[in-house]
Every structure is written in C-alpha cells, then in structure tokens.
C-alpha cells in the first residue's frame, strides 16, 4: 500500500502520474472512512475476509475475460503465502488503527513504510544498508517520534496497532519484489485475494460466530473491497508512468486530505505535530530513494 521502487521504468508522464495519483489518493481516503463505518459492525477479521472476497471475484472475472487464469499456476505458492500473512497481519492492524486513533496520524505511520523495507532488506534480500540509507532511515524515524510523540500524547494500541501495520506492509513489499521476478502482477493478485479470504474465513470464523454486514453498511463493505484493489492498481500505474522521487510527493497528498476528512466528519483535530512528522517521514523517503538511484550502476 505505499510507494517503493521495485516498480517497472518510468515513462516520465508526470500528468498522468498526478491522475492515477489522484485515484489512489481518493481509493485510500475511502477506505479509512469506510473501514470506519463498519467498525462498529464488524471486526477486522470479518472485514478482511468480506474485502479479500469482494476482490478474488472481481480479480477471477478479470482473469476469465482477458484469458489469464493460466497464470494462476505458480511454482511459488509458499512465497505467496508468506506475503500475504504479512499483508494480512499489516491490513489488519491497519483497519484496527482506522477504528481507534485519528486518520492522520494512521497515514502518517503508513508513510513509514518503504522506511522499514529498507531496513529490513539487507536480511532479506542483501541489500546494502548504505550510510545515505542509514541518515535517510533516522531522519523518518524522528518524524515517528514527532508523530507519536510519546510522554506528551499517552499513546494505546491503535498507534501500536498503525506502527506495525507497516512493518506488515514492509514484509508485503519485500516479498512482492521477490515474486515479481517471475509472477505477473494480476498472479500476485489473484493469490492475494483467494488466500486472504481464506485467512479471513478461518480467523472470524473460529469463534464459530461470523457476522454478515447489515443493510446500512453493506455499501461500505464494497467500497472497502473495491478501494483495496483501485489505490493499489493506481499506485502501480503511476510508478509505470513517472519515478518514485516524483510520485511519493503525490502521495504525501493523502495526509492533508484525510486530515480534513476527519475533520469534517469525525471532528479530529489538525495537529501540527503530525504533519510536521509526517514531513519529516516523507524527506527520509526520498533521501531513501536517491539513495537507491546512487547506488545503481
């Protein structure tokens, strides 16, 4: 759910990066308000596996009619199982974090994300943790701290819960790169979306008690299930049509806007602590990025 950039080359097609920007802006936006709509109705696990449903039928139709459900044999199953714990586990937390704490400090966590793939990928993959990487990784992780600001704001399990949803979300990414050296992105869906309403079957199910949604928030279960699937093709999308130096700025735009949203419809406050923050998350991802722009050949 964040910009990375193990995306394909850029064609440099700024304004047309700045409109699949805008449908992820928007996708995202709608999928915090409607995760917290429903919050009321359903747990997490209930959401997840109405979302991850929702998503395997309209991925499998798309398959059906564009003649892909060939690739849905892989040779890489246990790799897709181990990314898609880890987007689980982060969707999860993160759905918890929209119930509980202020949408703009959830985003603002979110924003963290290629932080800690660049952390966690010289396990992972081997890359180098060069000295560039390792300022870029403290000057993000200082926007944390101004973000959370612990001994000032008492904090709970919803910042915990948005914390480490994006170290899920890092696992996520780090995987994807891994299979997206033989899978196809509509492969990597098609997995993603059936192995998660599976996880989502067995882990609301096993209290024997699954809650259907009521009529009144049937809509926002859609708009969950088909946000999750728009933010993430319009990501894709735009990192085909510019470079990630030039479309994480557009993301940063979802932080102000979803400020706002809670403002209007949850009565949050603007912080300037958060953006703040978040300013400094978004300067430690883009020192990342150059730095990764350095280093190659």
Known sequence: MSINAAAPPPEGDTARA?????GAVVS????????RE??????????????SLIGAVIVTAIGAATGRLGQARTGRLRLHAVRNVFHFAGQNLWFYGVAVIPLAQLFAFEFTTPLWVALLAPLVLGEALTGKRA?????????????ARPGISPLGAGHLAAALSAV???GMVLATKRLSRTETVWTILFWMT??????GLVCAGIDGDIALPRMA????????GLCGLTAH??????LRCAPASVVSPMDFARLPIIAVVGMVLYDEALEIAVFAGAALILAGNLMNIRAGRREKP
């Open 18 to 22: 700045a409109l699949w920007m805008t």
């Open 28 to 35: 995202f936006s709608l999928m915090a308000v409607a995760g």
């Open 38 to 51: 429903v919050a009321a109705d359903l747990d997490t696990f209930e959401v997840m596996l109405y979302r």
């Open 135 to 147: 300022v870029a990784l403290l000057v993000g992780f200082l926007g944390i701290l101004i973000v």
């Open 168 to 170: 899920g979300f890092a």
């Open 194 to 199: 059936w192995m998660q309403a599976l996880f």
């Open 217 to 224: 928030s049937a809509g926002w279960v859609a708009i969950v």
């Open 233 to 238: 093709l319009s990501i894709t999308s735009a």
